[in-house]
């Protein structure tokens, strides 16, 4: 009896041979296998292992070795049609029954099998021929030598539309076989069917066994696309397979990486480089079936490939459509992470730039499932309105919601939640017009204030910035001898005005010890029942060592273009002009805090400084709107 290929595959992906195993004999766990004492044969010790990633059993003993069928018809003393049948029972299939047509499409695919081998070991042929001189010439520019291109069978398809046709031809292969087979293409008025791929390098796409199925054609010269591949076939499908499959299941079991690439060229390099676990899409974005497949490949522990992509924005476009067509299919344990390569760069340029260490650093600073999930509702998104903070988690709500597993959801629902509150939490006001309570929030004094930084959670930073900028820094100089003077001259202005100042670190090293010297005096206990008046303040100045400090800056050339920091100002004069002079140093320093982000983000493309970069662009934003309503004192 006859049984259809694909039931025979689907049969063995629906069951694992540890589940089948252990039914009839207890396994131990042995690293990625299992072991047990054979049953085949009389031991002690246990010698019979088996391994679901190869799905093969293999006794060290006595040699006996199968797959999951094998094992059942050896142990069960059944014969390979019951031996499927029991098997069907527990994986819950129903058993196809092989009519005439069955047996006929049998024969149809062997043969479109056979087809296929025969064409891969022409275009071989070609690429080493005189024909095949610039497929050949195009290889080794890339970097390959003779043992890559035949590890790889690559090869070459002449300019010449019939060279194919009549060389299979004289094999007894038919023209409905070619192109049924993909390698032909029949005109629509008639004409004799032409070869599908000419002028191109190929490389050929093999099956989960290994059997070549199909092919991709790059151009070397002329119109036409870059690359092409074959059309969907019996043999193929290409939203199911992925160039390299064979291979990488290999290197799954072996605990390699799994490596999702963008093409047939960086999947070679990789695998050059000992990245034998990389495949590729085959013309397509990754889809949903071939997600399942690397799954599939890797450990039940481990089920997290990496999915590579170029550095560039078609990269990341390609990225979020990845995590998009994932996410549905998310279950314990299996994840995915996503892996960006710098800016320009692919795997093949990089590798052959930089070596296999580089490839590898790529890999270690791959982020997991839900870093790309947030960077891809949040990143480049308006955030600095109510309305737009709200855009961006119920996007992320939305994405979350098509989780299928309960559990995955919730848990991916939670993170996303905390990372929206941690992101758009409410800082503390800067205008805050109410009293500052000393030390709440902040250093303890005599230590710089950590100055925080929004939308990055945890990080603090208490350098003082704008120093060695020019005019920038000067301008900044004159803001920060403003600020000062206003508050030693109308201390009555510290309740509300303390915790603005207490944020912002100074850049001149002496007005930024004297900055801390106000805050010290006037948030002493010793001096908060009483009022401090401005000639109060200077003696307590004076006599703690900044007598000269305070007598320069209460000069009349801090005065030239803020009247209101004098003396002799209002309290309301002073207070409306010290806001706009703080708003503008404020926002000074946010950009220069941004240019240190943006640098670091440069030097490590990572997930904390690519969130760093990006709430501080949505601060620059914010501090620029505060200065543009501060009126006529903006000059100061």
Known sequence: ???????????????????????????????????????????????????????????????????????????????FPEAVEHLAGEAGLPVPRPTEEDRQRYERRKTLHDLVEQAARWFEQQLHSSAGRAGLDYFMRRGLDGETIARFRLGYAPGDSNALRTHLGKQGFSDEDMVNAGLLKRPDDGRSPYSFFRNRVMFPVTDRRGQVVAFGGRILEGDGPKYVNTADTPLFHKGTLLYGLSRARQAAADGKPVIVAEGYM???????????????????????????????????????????????????????????????????????????????????????AQGAKAMGAVLEAAIPLSDALWRMESEGRPTDTPEAKAAVKAALEARVATIADRDVQGFYRTEMRRRVDEAFAPVRA?????????????????????????????????????????????????????????IINHPELFGELAEP???????????????????????????????????????????????????????ESTYVHAGFARPEASTEDARKGWWPAWRHLHHERVLDDLREAKAALT??????????????????????????????????
Not at 55 to 68: N, V
Not at 449 to 457: D, I, W
Not at 621 to 627: D, K, L, N, P, V
């Open 266 to 352: 960086d999947v070679i390099a990789l695998v050059r480089a000992g990245f034998e676990g990389a495949v590729a899409p085959l013309g397509t974005a990754l889809t949903e079936t071939q997600v399942q497949e690397l799954w599939k490949l890797i450990p039940a522990a481990e089920k997290v490939p990496f999915l590579c992509f170029d550095g560039d924005n078609a990269g990341r476009r390609a990225a979020w459509r990845a995590v998009e067509r994932i996410l549905p299919h998310l279950a314990p344990g299996q994840s995915a992470r996503v892996a960006f390569l710098p800016e320009g760069e692919d795997p093949d340029s990089l590798i052959r």
């Open 501 to 555: 100042l207490g944020l912002l670190p100074f850049g001149d090293p002496e007005l930024e010890k004297l900055r801390w010297a106000v805050i010290e005096c006037l948030s002493d206990d010793r001096n908060h029942d009483s009022t401090l008046d401005a000639a109060a303040l200077c003696r307590h100045l004076s006599s703690a060592g900044h007598e000269t400090m305070v007598g320069a800056l209460l000069g």
């Open 1 to 79: 009896m006859a049984f259809p290929p694909q039931f025979l595959e689907e049969l063995r992906s629906r069951l694992t041979l540890s589940e089948v195993v252990s039914k009839r004999l207890r396994l131990i766990r042995a690293g990625r296998e299992y072991k047990a004492p054979c049953p085949f044969h009389n031991e002690k010790s246990p010698s019979f292992y088996v391994n679901d990633q190869k799905g093969f059993f293999h006794c060290f003993g006595c040699g006996a070795h199968g797959d999951i069928i094998g094992f059942v018809m050896r142990h069960d003393n059944l014969g």
């Open 430 to 486: 800067a205008y805050n017009r109410g009293p500052w309570v000393p030390g709440q929030g902040r250093g303890r004094f005599g230590e710089p204030p950590r100055r925080h930084v929004p939308g990055v959670p945890g990080r603090l930073t208490s350098k003082p910035a704008g120093e060695g900028r020019g005019r920038a820094s000067r301008l900044a100089s004159v803001r920060e001898r403003i600020l000062l003077a206003t």
């Open 603 to 636: 030097r490590d493309n990572s997930e904390v400084n690519f969130a760093r970069v990006v709430a501080l662009q949505q601060e620059v934003i914010r501090s620029g709107q505060g200065m543009t309503d501060d009126g006529d004192s903006d000059d100061v």
